[in-house]
């Protein structure tokens, strides 16, 4: 049964979403869909406030792209009644490849993955006269576990106020396919990357301590808590406008 918290919640997030269509002047909204929780969600939740039909799914693989998560974008786009695509990024990819000086490391090719995508989600936001919806969620918007002008670039961010674990309860609440929910969080850029391996925390972990350092001013009253404040306090320019001098004459 829907907490009643929630659903009005939800009615807020997809008034907010009509409300930006409307405003924009465009009719249509693009997202990626990768496979995943976030994605899902964010993609329902479109799909609630302007009806499928006018919500285009791209799935963007690369080489690394488990298949399972290809085929779970197909089962989720079918359910929510919207477009979908799927359109591997690595002839791009292998173009950059080209590049003097190119050096293949996870982390410099993962945020070139994951700038490429947003690239052509909005390629076919132009074409088709729609707005790109953004997936991030509260809790890595708030560690900075996303790529400046990659992931976290959109016109829409319908759940980045969502704790992931909230993330978790709304897709529940939607309808979101069993297997996507129990799937291990991933931002697919490399095989076999799991985001809680790699932050080296549990996400009720992360939001525990977000919840606590929010109440407490952000000081730190545990070593987890200490941890992910230190990863908050270094991705700050990544929640930060670019330093300017516009309006100091």
């Not at 090719?109 to 969620?137: E, I, K, P, Q």
Request: charged fraction near 20%; proline fraction near 5%; aromatic fraction near 8%.
């Amino acid at each position: 049964m829907m907490d009643g918290n929630r659903g009005c919640a939800m009615g807020l997030i997809e008034q907010m979403i009509r409300y930006a269509v409307w405003s924009s002047g465009q009719e249509r909204i693009v997202i990626g869909i990768s496979g995943g929780v976030d994605s899902a969600v964010a993609a329902a939740f479109c799909c609630r406030a302007i009806e499928g039909e006018r919500v285009l799914g791209l799935t963007l693989p690369t080489t690394v792209t488990p298949e399972i998560d290809i085929a779970d974008a197909r089962l989720l786009c079918r359910q929510l009644g919207m477009d979908h695509q799927v359109i591997s990024i690595e002839p791009v990819l292998d173009a950059y490849r080209e590049l003097p000086g190119f050096t293949a490391s996870s982390y410099l090719l993962g945020n070139l993955m994951a700038r490429t995508r947003m690239a052509v989600l909005y390629y076919y936001a132009n074409r088709d006269g729609g707005l790109v919806c953004g997936t991030s969620n509260r809790t890595e918007y708030l560690l900075g576990y996303c790529t400046k002008f990659g992931d976290n670039a959109a016109d829409i961010q319908p759940i980045l106020h969502l704790y992931k674990t909230e993330v978790w309860d709304y897709a529940r609440d939607l309808g979101i396919p069993e297997a996507i929910i129990r799937k291990p969080p991933s931002a697919g850029l490399w095989t076999g990357q799991q985001d809680e391996s790699e932050i080296g925390l549990t996400y009720p972990e992360i939001d525990a301590a977000l919840r606590s350092l929010e109440r407490n001013g952000w000081k730190s009253t545990s070593p987890v808590e200490e941890k992910v404040l230190s990863l908050v306090r270094a991705s700050e320019h990544k929640r930060l406008p670019a330093p300017t001098l516009l309006g100091t004459d």
